[in-house]
């Protein structure tokens, strides 16, 4: 009951966040400079602490050369299976913020974003299902900054977008993920699903919608 009555904020936060997200990826790419001659920290796979890492990503410039030194780092915390949510997290966005030197997470992100999510020792299925959506969440954001790249993720979005078990936010954001994707593929899907009759009511149908219509817009003559 309590997840039902926050849907509509959390959808209405998701469009917000996805609109944030493409001005800062414009606004950074316009800014791109030359990059500094070395790498920020002195860190590496067999020092990759959490400590290390924290600093890395926070010293990190993703747009200079130097980011390229960073890329096992990252991807070896991806990888690892202790490293803290919130740090694979920003690793993953870190290296889409990297781009072409940092294409090897794109498998490590759609293994991430297709793997059973384990719940948390709760009671709660508000807190269990939030936990699962904010995996799935910042994965599929990262592998939307990829851009067409990332095409090889098309199968596995498409299922968040496309299943009767996934919930409205999630959707929200398959659609705008496969929308900066970009290929034949995602707006094949995107293209697809928007032909479907509406499977939710009010605001969410409203969004998700607009959503898809928005994606298909940005893909442009592959559509």
Known sequence: MIFCI???SLNLAVAAEVRHEKSSVISMETDRQAASPKCPTAVTAKNSNAA???KLLSDLDPTSKAAAEAVP???AALREPTTEASLKERSAKMLARIGEPALEAIPILIEILERPQPMPDTDSPVADS???TEVRYWAMKSLGLFGTAAD???PAVRIFLTSSETSPQIRLLAADTLGQIRSPA?????????MKPRREDGN???I???TIIDSLAASGPLA
């Open 6 to 8: 926050v849907s509509s």
């Open 52 to 54: 290390n890492i924290e």
């Open 73 to 75: 780092v990252l991807l």
């Open 130 to 132: 939030m936990a699962a």
């Open 152 to 154: 090889s993720a098309v």
């Open 186 to 194: 995602a707006a094949g899907v995107l293209t697809e699903e928007l």
């Open 204 to 206: 969410d149908a409203v």
């Open 208 to 210: 998700i919608r607009q």
